[in-house]
């Protein structure tokens, strides 16, 4: 049987929820045809977890001992949310040391993580997009100017960030500068984009033996202001 690390975890705050989702993935293999491992993949500790019980892996092939037997794996099922396993860099590694993988290529990863860069993209390539404004913690923050150019309300987002940690919605502009802050928490860039009312969906995508299959159109319906961190989990 195939051995298949289930990769989890992340560097940011993300990781608590990256585990819960390791565990679902893990929980509903097909023990007939895969060997499945839990590998927990943290800032300063990357180990597999064999019924309680932490082996280090060693980076230079992906691997782990385990009474004196070296498992290697075939293919590793990426579910860290965050960095490293949604900005391209646990992706490019995998390429590296030739390790197959389900997540899309570095490149693609890494792009689309930095919305900024991903809304540049875009907008070059005709798709209508947001008005936004581009903070960093250098920048110098005039509140009369974001809302003259992106309105109100308005969204306040870490740049690079996923499961809306650190975003914000904002009705009025005094509130602006708190969630400013809150964003700049997670993400040492922010982007502030004007608010687009509409029916929001979400879509996946999957290229499975070679061919492209989309999958079913989720309409995202919140009981909260937007679909954010508590809505979501």
Request: hydrophobic share 40%; charged share 25%.
């Amino acid at each position: 049987m195939k051995n298949v690390a289930i990769v989890m975890g992340g560097y940011s705050d993300e990781y608590k929820i990256s585990l819960k989702s390791g565990e679902t993935i893990f929980k509903h293999v097909d023990l007939e045809k895969y060997h499945p491992y839990k590998v927990v993949i943290l800032k300063n500790d990357w180990y597999a977890d064999v019924d309680g019980v932490h082996y280090p892996i060693c980076k230079s092939d992906f691997s782990f001992t385990i009474n004196d037997k070296k498992v290697v794996f075939d293919v590793a099922f990426n579910i860290i949310h965050g960095t490293p396993g949604e900005d391209g860099m646990i992706q490019a590694y995998f390429d590296v040391i030739g390790i197959s993988h389900t997540s899309c290529p570095f490149y693609e990863s890494a792009l689309t993580f930095n919305k900024k860069d991903t809304l540049a993209v875009l907008e070059k390539q005709g798709y209508p997009v947001a008005k936004s404004v581009f903070l960093n913690q250098n920048s110098a923050i005039d509140v009369d100017e974001i809302v003259e150019k992106v309105g109100l309300p308005c969204f306040v987002k870490p740049n690079r960030a996923g499961s809306s940690l650190g975003a914000s919605k904002v009705e009025n502009k005094e509130d602006l500068p708190k969630a400013i802050d809150f964003a700049f928490g997670e993400d040492k860039d922010i982007l502030i984009e004007s608010f687009l009312d509409g029916t929001e969906v979400s879509v996946g995508v999957v290229d499975f033996t070679g061919k492209i299959e989309v999958l079913g159109i989720t309409e995202i319906v919140s009981h909260n202001s937007f679909f954010d961190y508590e809505a979501k989990y």
